[in-house]
């Protein structure tokens, strides 16, 4: 704690503060600190603590683990977005008749995203079929994805969802043709709010509607809040959308102490709607302001380089040079033509810098996506010298994963009525994979001759082969064990069962292996979510095969266990976004790919945008190139900013002549940081 | 795996699951390992129970917290006319005033003899100088006396809270604690406590948690109840299938007792965390 944060600590006994700062000033330890003293006097089950996202809570978490065991009682870590689903469970008796449900509805069936997008999927196939969408090319995932992130989002900037479509098509200003695309956005949407309504379902966006319009107006629920809290810990406010601001805003009257901490830099999450103009209402409200505006941990060198970087407008475009007078910043030695040109170079500088005793966890490779590709490059490069790399990729399709595949296609041949399609080189893979001692060239010598009985279950012939016979064993066990499968509706038993009663025996892969029980089990549980989510006129059978479906169709995400977590020990391989709302600083970065303009532009997102449907866009004004260019120049910034101050040694720019998907690319960034080392060398010369 | 931490937190779950099984406690605790657990009908059956039991937990913490009676009764019968039946039960045995103190799901963390606990009450509450607790069994079998007289809810529920009134001064002489059974009204079991309870409980406390931390890794065994794994997540891993683990009508109530009194109902970790 530094002379500034205890200068704040000592103010904020008893007063509703607002503190900001940019990320790495110290709010959140400052915040830390206080919470440490408050909980040596007062009962921990008075205090809530908000973050925008649960990886935010580790430093919190941290705390409660050093305090004395009687101390840690229930104090509780929470988001709004979590807050308002345990709330409307709790309060669903007072909020249904509320809701306008067709029917009354015992209790809130919550729908997963995944069963989101699957039920939206199931709403706009027909439409697809009468030509609606048919100008868009999307694949089936992000088309429902962008639906319903509408939706989502007119939920949480707080305006009725009927307005989607003629929100969109105000702010247009390219072809015509795309204004019928909003109306078919429209449509869409509006059919899957009725559809919920009618069967009782709460997708996302109805939770958070009920939360602001239904459940934080009644007298009973702002009761219990009265009585089960009395001070607030809200940190990252500029990271929640505005309704969230509008419930604290009502809450903050009836609170005795709160502490909300703004990072000035913030708004990461704007493309979810975040909004750091609505957080700012918050300030107003409260009965004291401070701010912390120096970095702490931060060399000197990144300071200066920030300046710069804020300083720049339009460039050179060609990196001229590998010379740099900073010593925090630098290009990765070496001229690299191909992205796994770039990749090698990478990897030799990782194993120097862990050859060197650095903690691989204390090294991140940010890059503005990571593809199954690059992973796998990585992986590969760094595995050799024994370095594990891991991944954070939350919007990763579960199937992404080799063992969750692979059990997808048992289930495919375990129900031959469902008809869904197998081919060749999936069927190689999961039999390679499940069976010990089977390689892939075998494996798929034998999917070549794959055939099927009258029934529709798959048959190999594996007599004659030269395969040893505890693996023709293995496989005439496999298939014996699809056969025979009784045909449970449910699909968790096909899973359990396959799992308890087969793969985890000696000859198959699964035996004893922890990591591979884990991934089955958090199928296992994906499925009961999704089952969850469906209608309970829904059959078992029906539901199971559309859960393998969607899976097919990369609609089932959040199969991995654990996937928000960071284990030590490995290098961190994450794209710039998820890295920066971990807020949690590391030694060396790598930046990937630095021409891609991937690292700053705004997706693309032809049913949705972020910025339109925003309380600060004002309804009817048209969105032009020159606001495109201006978010993408604001994003740079803010990205560059955000990277440089959660970095305590070095940033290494790593670039190729050709990106991963073989295009040469000029991005803003290249010029900026081109712009940067040019000014260093300028600088030294002066 | 290492060693048990030094701030590990005893609890009723975990300790009724190390009395059954030492080997289980250490994956499910120590080692933290997910696994499969078998899908049987008999399991299905038991989502089903602890659904029922979630949603009635439920409607009576939303009784205790102030939520409108009629409006709860009209829910509950949404779920059905058992949970409707159920909550009047509950709600008749405690008509609410505004003197009265009723904390529903309560936890306290409580250190007895410098080792760590915690209990989670469904009801706590103050009537007439008595401390109450309340813990609602909405199981369909009849309740097994014996085996809740042995679980280590029975003995940690009360200890804790005790220990916890002693920490502030109050006397827990009159303590009393009532397993509600709500399917069974006449077979709820009440008991009061006393010092000769409290001294009995604390030893058995403090001698089962030092038998755990002194275990090295290898003396987590499995047990030789084979009983005991018959509904066991874990019987894959062990390789203690069905077969290996047959049942008499008997064992598998005593089976599924003790996976009841250990709150192990659910199916494998089914339990959503919060998001």
Redesign the interface.
């Given at each position: 704690m530094n002379t500034a944060q205890n200068a704040i600590l000592q103010g904020l006994d008893g007063r509703k503060t607002w503190l900001q700062g940019p990320a790495g000033s110290g709010k959140t330890s400052t915040a830390v600190a206080w919470l440490a003293q408050r909980l040596q006097k007062h009962e921990a089950e008075r205090f809530l603590v908000l973050t925008p996202q649960?990886t935010l809570w580790g430093p919190y978490s941290h705390l409660v683990?050093t305090l004395p065991?009687?101390a840690?009682?229930?104090l509780e870590l929470?988001?709004i977005?979590?807050l308002s689903?345990?709330m409307l469970?709790?309060?669903?008796?007072?909020v249904?008749?509320l809701a306008g449900f067709d029917q009354?509805?015992?209790?809130p069936i919550f729908l997963t995203v995944d069963a989101a997008q699957y039920t939206m999927g199931q709403l706009v196939a027909p439409l697809l079929d009468t030509g609606r969408f048919a100008t868009i090319t999307l694949a089936p995932h992000r088309l429902y994805a962008q639906l319903l992130d509408n939706l989502n989002k007119a939920a949480l900037v707080g305006f009725d969802h009927t307005e989607i479509g003629p929100r969109l098509k105000a702010a247009w200003t390219g072809e015509p043709a795309q204004l019928q695309v909003y109306d078919d956005v429209q449509d869409a949407v509006s059919q899957f709010r009725r559809h919920c309504l009618s069967q009782g379902l709460v997708d996302f966006s109805l939770q958070v509607e009920l939360f602001d319009q239904v459940l934080r107006k009644l007298p009973?629920f702002r009761?219990?809040l009265r009585k089960r809290y009395q001070v607030l810990l809200y940190d990252n406010v500029e990271e929640d959308p505005p309704v969230f601001h509008d419930f604290i805003l009502d809450w903050l009257p009836d609170l005795e102490e709160a502490l909300l901490l703004y990072d000035e830099e913030g708004g990461l999450r704007s493309f979810l709607s975040a909004d750091p103009v609505s957080a700012s209402r918050l300030r107003k409200e409260v009965s004291s302001q401070e701010a912390l505006m120096l970095p702490i941990n931060s060399l000197p060198c990144f300071q200066k380089v920030m300046k710069l970087a804020e300083n720049w407008r339009g460039a050179p475009t060609k990196l001229t040079g590998h010379g740099s007078k900073f010593n925090c910043l630098r290009l990765l030695p070496g001229k690299y033509r191909f992205f796994t040109e770039l990749l090698d170079g990478v990897a030799l500088e990782i194993r120097q810098l862990v050859s060197d005793g650095n903690a691989p966890e204390k090294i991140a490779v940010l890059s503005p996506f990571v593809s199954d590709v690059l992973r796998f490059a990585l992986e590969t490069r760094l595995n050799t010298d024994g370095i594990q790399v891991q991944t954070l990729r939350p919007s990763a399709p579960g199937l992404s994963d080799p063992a969750l595949r692979n059990l997808t296609t048992l289930a495919v041949m375990a129900y031959p009525a469902w008809n869904l399609p197998l081919d060749k080189w999936h069927l190689a893979n999961a039999l390679a994979f499940f069976i010990d001692d089977l390689d892939i060239v075998r494996a798929q010598s034998l999917a070549e001759n794959m055939g099927k009985d009258e029934s529709g279950y798959f048959k190999l012939s594996i007599q004659g082969s030269d395969l040893p016979e505890q693996t023709q064993q293995s496989i005439t066990e496999l298939l014996d064990w699809l056969q025979g499968w009784q045909n449970l509706p449910?699909l968790?038993?096909f899973?359990?069962?396959i799992?308890?009663?087969l793969l985890?025996r000696p000859g198959f892969s699964f035996h004893?292996d922890?990591d591979l029980?884990?991934k089955?089990?958090?199928l296992?549980?994906s499925i009961?979510?999704f089952n969850d989510g469906l209608p309970a006129t829904a059959d078992l059978g029906g539901a199971g095969k559309a859960f393998i479906q969607a899976s097919l169709q990369g609609l089932i995400f959040g199969l991995n266990?654990g996937q928000w977590q960071l284990e030590s020990g490995k290098v961190l391989l994450l794209p710039a976004t998820t890295f920066l709302m971990r807020n949690a600083p590391v030694d060396y970065q790598f930046w990937l790919g630095i021409a891609s303009s991937q690292w700053y532009q705004r997706l693309e997102q032809p049913l949705t945008h972020p910025y339109v449907l925003s309380r600060n866009w004002p309804v009817g004004r048209p969105w032009t190139s020159q606001d495109e260019l201006n978010l993408s120049q604001a994003n740079l910034d803010r990205l560059v900013k955000g990277l440089l101050r959660r970095c305590k040694q070095e940033v290494i720019l790593c670039h190729s002549q050709y990106s991963e998907t073989g295009n040469e690319e000029r991005g803003m960034m290249l010029r900026l940081l081109q712009s940067v080392l040019k000014h260093s060398r300028e600088g030294e010369r002066a | 795996m290492d060693k048990l931490p030094d701030n590990f937190v005893f609890s009723q779950s975990n300790l009724q699951n190390f009395m059954d099984c030492a080997l289980r406690f250490k994956l499910r605790y120590l080692e933290r390992m997910p696994w499969p657990a078998p899908f049987t009908l008999e399991a299905q059956g038991f989502e089903a129970e602890r659904k029922a039991g979630d949603t009635i937990h439920r409607l009576i913490r939303g009784y205790f917290e102030g939520l409108d009676p009629l409006s709860l009764l009209n829910n509950a019968l949404l779920h059905g006319e058992l949970t409707e039946v159920w909550l009047r039960q509950v709600m008749d045995a405690f008509p609410l005033s505004e003197s009265d103190t009723y904390r529903a799901e309560l936890r306290i963390d409580q250190t007895l003899g410098g080792v760590p606990a915690t209990a989670i009450y469904d009801l706590v509450g103050q009537e007439s100088g008595k401390v109450l607790i309340i813990d609602w069994k909405s199981s369909s079998r009849r309740p097994n006396f014996r085996r809740i007289r042995e679980s280590a809810q029975k003995r940690l529920f009360p200890l804790v809270m005790a220990a916890h009134l002693q920490e502030w001064q109050t006397e827990y002489s009159n303590l009393e604690m009532t397993f509600w059974e709500l399917n069974f009204p006449e077979s709820s079991f009440r008991f009061i406590y006393n010092q000769d309870l409290y001294a009995a409980d604390l030893a058995w406390f403090m001698e089962l948690t030092a038998q755990i931390k002194n275990l090295s890794p290898e003396g987590f065994q499995a047990t030789d109840d084979l009983r005991k794994c018959r509904y066991c997540q874990y019987q894959s891993y062990c390789r203690r299938g069905p077969a290996e683990a047959p049942e008499a009508k008997e064992d598998r109530d005593e089976a599924i007792d003790a996976m009841i009194q250990a709150g192990e109902i659910e199916i494998g970790d089914l339990r959503v965390e919060p998001l």
């Open positions: 649960r683990q065991f009687g840690r009682q229930r929470q988001t977005s979590g689903r345990q469970s709790l309060f669903w008796p007072e249904m008749p009354p509805q015992a209790e009973i009761q219990y449910d968790r038993a899973f359990s069962g799992f308890n009663s985890s004893e922890p029980g884990a089955t089990n958090s296992i549980d009961r979510r266990p | -």
